[in-house]
Structures are given as C-alpha cells and as structure tokens.
C-alpha cells in the first residue's frame, strides 16, 4: 500500500527491444490500478509523481507486449527506470517468381509471385517479415513495388528482406516523364532489406508523410534522371 503522506517522482525511456533499442514516443507508463498514467515524450521519455511506497509500473505500446517494473519511491526521491518493450514476433511469408498471389504466402510451397501481394490484400501486420527468393521480379509499370496500405512501427516494422540476388528493373517499362520506381513507400515502419534495383528514377522512393522506414544493403544502379521540363519534376535519382 502506498503511503500517501509523501510522494516522489520515477522517471525514464522507454524504448523497443530490437536492434537500434528506437525510443518509443507515445508509450503508456501508469500504476497498474491505472489511477496514475502518463505518455511518453517525441524522445522517449516518461516522468510520474508517485506515494512513497514500492509501485509496479506498466509500460504499454501497439503491437509490443507490455512491460512491468517494481520502482522504490522515497521522500522527495527521483527513481530512474527505463523499459524495454519487446515486439510480436509476427508472420513470416514467403515470395517466389514462380508462386501464386492467390495462394497463403506462408510457406515456399505457398509464395506468392509479387512482392507486394500482402500489402496489396492488407494482410500484413506490425511484425510481419516478407522474405522474397532469388530471381527477377518483373513490375507491370512504372510504379514499381507500390507499398500503400500496412503500416508497421519503429519497435515492430514489417519487413521486406530478399534472400539472394532479387533483382528489381524497370528498364524496359515505360516511364510517364520518365517517373518510375523500384520502391514506392506511402506507408510508416517498413524495412526494405537486401534488393538489387535498376532502370528507374527511384530505387526507394518514402513518402513525405512516412516514418519509421528503413532502407539496409540495397544495390541501385543504372538509375534514370527525371524529365527536367515536367510541372512537378522530381529530379533526382535515389
């Protein structure tokens, strides 16, 4: 029981339990009665005013497991706690040039054929893993691997991870004002690992509005330059 003729104060971070540790900004940190709450800072940071006492706290955020920690709070005291949050572990689907975007996705047996099948049929989920296959992975325009509608997180990204050389090229498609995409992100806490991109003007092209996403051991060359005469030229490869 807390004695509530005294109070102190627990303060920290709290961030993902995944490579980087990202702070988690927008966390919930409350007494697990809930009568004392508050939310995490852009930096990560909490700060609670508590009765003296021995609480357990509780750090809850989407699509991580919530945390708990015991905290002394002494007299006019400030206790430094920091929780680490870990993410679902998530689905992993599979991709092949030869597999069926009609199919599960959840086994090589099962893979689909496109790269961006799960997003497309907004099935993938924060923690998700695509693994695409070796070989070439024909686009049907110039838009590339449009990725519009699963968004993950910075503690529990999806992620999209090629196994071997996977070879995006858009060199034979047409280009309207010679736009053209490998990558086109319109989503928040995605990871694109590992792909080989050419022919285009964007190899990964993230949306304005995006965050979160990560781009790691990608290959892009015999990149396009924009058409400089266009109204909204973006003229840059990258």
């Not at 339990?17 to 009568?35: E, F, W, Y």
């Not at 497991?65 to 599979?94: F, H």
């Not at 024909?138 to 996977?166: F, H, M």
Request: net charge negative.
């Amino acid at each position: 029981p807390f004695d509530l003729t005294f109070i102190g104060t627990v303060n920290g971070k709290v961030t993902a339990n995944v490579p980087g540790h990202p702070i988690l900004a927008g966390a919930t940190v409350r007494t697990l009665d809930g009568s004392k709450s508050t939310v995490t800072d852009s930096y990560g940071n909490y700060s609670l005013i508590l009765p003296v006492g021995t609480p357990t706290i509780e750090a809850i955020y989407p699509n991580t497991t919530p945390a708990q920690a015991a905290v002394t709070i002494t007299t006019g005291g400030v206790t430094t706690q920091n929780i680490e949050l870990t993410p679902y572990s998530g689905v992993t689907y599979y991709v092949l040039p030869s597999g069926d975007d009609s199919a599960d996705g959840r086994t090589s047996a099962t893979a689909w054929r496109t790269i961006g099948n799960g997003d497309a049929r907004t099935l993938l989920l924060p923690g998700d893993t695509v693994i695409v296959a070796t070989g070439a992975y024909p686009q049907s325009d110039s838009s590339g691997v449009r990725l519009a509608n699963c968004s993950g997180s910075a503690a529990s990204p999806i992620t999209y991870k090629a196994v071997g050389r996977v070879l995006i090229d858009q060199t034979g498609i047409p280009k309207p004002n010679r736009e053209s995409y490998g990558f086109q992100v319109a989503v928040s806490g995605v990871a694109i690992d590992g792909f080989e991109i050419a022919g285009c003007q964007w190899a990964v092209y993230l949306g304005v509005d995006t965050h979160d996403n990560t781009v790691a051991n990608c290959v892009m060359h015999d990149l396009v330059p924009g058409d400089p005469t266009a109204t909204d030229p973006h003229g840059w490869c990258g």
